[in-house]
């Protein structure tokens, strides 16, 4: 099938999201029955303002730079695409410029969207193929192993925690508890992979509470006095998930802007809350960090396996389109034998789109505060090896595409 | 002279405080007139508590280890020595240990106690030698052009700006501003640090709000809506030392612990505070991060011509001393020309506790919000290069000390 086609990167920005748009974009370049490779500028919404560019515009360095570049640069967005009205404008913008191809990196909204735009042009009887680029440092995609973003997010972060780790343990006579906060609306699989940092009982982080595990607050009080008692310090992770038994997030945010574009309650004060509760009821000082957008972004420190997967799935979703698979996602599949080893394989749109990859239960220790060996055998793979960025000056260098827009239909 | 030395370190600890501390270590290990080679647990206070411990029994490998590993490993402190009381044990615990050097790795306060004890022994005819390494991120250092600690603090800071600003880029539409809180309780060295990130006007930081600007809340949200009319994004950096006009800080920190040790108003909440005003003022939702101690202690992202430096000092304090220095500390000197050098100089350990160098009013932009080429030019040299930490399994592996503590007296 000949045609144009357009990829959109939409959610959450990861350090590792740019390597999944290069895999597309310079697997698409390579395929004569793909005429025009567009970019959709801040993911759907490009679509429906019209605003998109030509990638065959922009210079190979600047599209090879997509690989040690964080965030979106094509633009992200999180705008919800519902209405009938909507999807029929996607499909007249898609018609209107010949794109037969669409490439959505996302997480399970970007899915869904995806499968509906599919389904619409099946039913106009508009030949057209949407493929799914798994993405999002949540890893709470179903039908893959892992999700691309999810492996550097959590070496970043648990690189952080050990280092402000040896900060606590270096000036615990007066700093004497740290809390890090770390990002997981619904799933503790990020906050959980800061475990990796701890490889005896000295190293930090101490406490890991995780939104799966209700917050029981005089269990955690003796937890903590514990680590007082013994070596004096208490590094805690909070997710910023984490939970009373109640339901409710242990800290809410108020205010104008307390829920999302989604209509998600805005999180944010999980560590002020836990720093305050040490401080009142346990009686020590305590400190607290927010990384937030900091954690998702690190490609200074990304992992190489995880940008080499991102950028695997990219390549793969236009391999499989342009040879006629439509309505699926690209997973990854691990080995089930030593040492690592992932491959890829497919899932469909709409069953990813409905699906969430809980945090298994079974990787909690007893107690509630920290995680087990099986899930350091899960999570280790995915941090190894570094990315190394471009530098410039002592600073790393990233891409900016120049954007040249399409003018009107 | 022959006799023992005994290094410690106090203060925040930095990424590259252990360097300093391997550059004594090393050199002391060098002169057959130090006999022992001993640490202080934890700042002065281990000499108080007779906590020292024998370094001469760890492994060269544990103490290159130093090299690349964040924090103080010698363990650091916050107690202001003040009493006369204080400083005889002091000195008393010295003679008892035979103990002739004394290297203090740390700021002001440190500066002023090793000047103390030294005073001390030479009224009491001791024959001793006290000498300061500096060490502080605040590059607030009087007689030194700037301090070590800091070039990594800004090089790692200022990554984290251009890496968060990417995803505010990526993401405005949602996420229109983010507030990125930056250490510095006085100057705005720290938040001015992260300017080198910004190499056009597209990139982050927009905004840097600095101690040495009182806070101009309609100019401010001026400058912010004018970003949002042309680039339709804002990224700021604020330092916790921003002050409105009437030399209040812009958020102080309420409860039981609002002030440290040495009586500091303890701050945090100035991100909070700019996030909420911009939520409420120019009604756009933002985002705010505080990264907190994460900042200082970025050893798989530091400076190495930072971290070289920091050891410079501390092999020169050692030198210095054996040559029969004393009552100094160690400064940085750059050579007037370029390319960029450093030497090593020295200055009176009181005039430098009772100095301070403030952040050049002439480097602060006419509009207050921004900082010169002049700051441009003499903070990129510092943080060229960057330190390769040793890695195991996908994460750093940092050093610690066995500490072999001496028995009492």
Chains 1, 2 share one sequence.
Not at 24 to 47: D, F, K, P, R
Not at 71 to 96: E, H, M, Q
Not at 298 to 322: C, F, K, M, N
Not at 346 to 360: H, I, M, R, S
Request: a neutral charge.
């Amino acid at each position: 099938m000949k045609g144009n086609c357009i990829v959109a990167q939409s959610g959450g920005p990861t350090a590792v999201i740019n390597a999944s748009a290069c895999g597309v974009i310079q697997e698409a370049l390579a395929h004569s029955e793909i005429t025009g490779v567009y970019a959709a500028h801040n993911g759907i919404l490009g679509v429906l303002n019209g605003e998109i560019f030509d990638l065959r515009q922009e210079s190979r360095k600047t599209i090879e730079g997509l690989k040690t570049s964080p965030s979106a640069a094509l633009g992200s967005c999180r705008y919800k695409v519902k209405s009938d009205a909507d999807y029929a404008k996607i499909l007249d913008v898609f018609t209107a410029h010949d794109i037969r191809y669409f490439f959505y990196i996302g997480g399970n909204d970007s899915m869904d969207t995806a499968d509906k735009v599919a389904r619409l042009a099946a039913q106009r009887g508009y030949e057209f193929r949407a493929m799914g680029v798994p993405k999002t440092i949540d890893n709470d995609l179903a039908f893959t192993d892992h999700c691309p973003g999810y492996g550097s997010v959590i070496k970043y972060l648990a690189t952080m925690v050990m280092e402000a780790g040896r900060d606590t343990e270096a000036i615990y006579t007066t700093d004497t508890v740290n809390v890090i906060e770390a990002m997981g609306r619904n799933a503790g699989w990020i906050a959980a992979g800061t475990a990796l940092a701890r490889r005896n009982n000295e190293d930090a982080p101490h406490v890991i509470l995780l939104p799966e595990v209700p917050f029981d607050k005089e269990a955690f009080k003796a937890k903590v006095r514990s680590y007082l008692d013994t070596i004096h310090r208490c590094v805690i992770v909070v997710s910023e998930g984490t939970k009373n038994p109640d339901g409710a997030y242990i800290s809410e945010q108020k205010g104008d802007f307390a829920r999302d574009a989604f209509g998600h309650t805005q999180l944010g004060g999980a560590a002020q809350y836990i720093k305050s509760l040490v401080e009142t009821e346990v009686k020590v000082k305590a400190r607290f960090a927010i990384p937030s957008t900091i954690q998702r972004n690190g490609i200074h420190w990304a992992s190489l396996t995880d940008s080499r997967e991102a950028y695997l799935v990219g390549r793969q979703a236009v391999i499989h389109a342009v040879k006629g698979v439509s309505g699926k996602m690209v997973t990854l599949e691990r080995s089930p034998h030593r040492p690592y080893r992932c491959a890829t394989g497919l899932a469909d749109l709409a069953q990813v789109a409905n699906g969430e990859k809980y945090f298994p239960k079974e990787w909690i220790t007893p107690d509630g505060f920290f995680v087990t060996r099986d899930f350091f055998d899960y999570a280790l793979p995915l941090i190894q090896g570094e990315v190394k960025p471009v530098m410039k000056e002592g600073l790393p260098e990233f891409m900016r595409f120049e954007k040249h827009f399409l003018q009107g239909e």
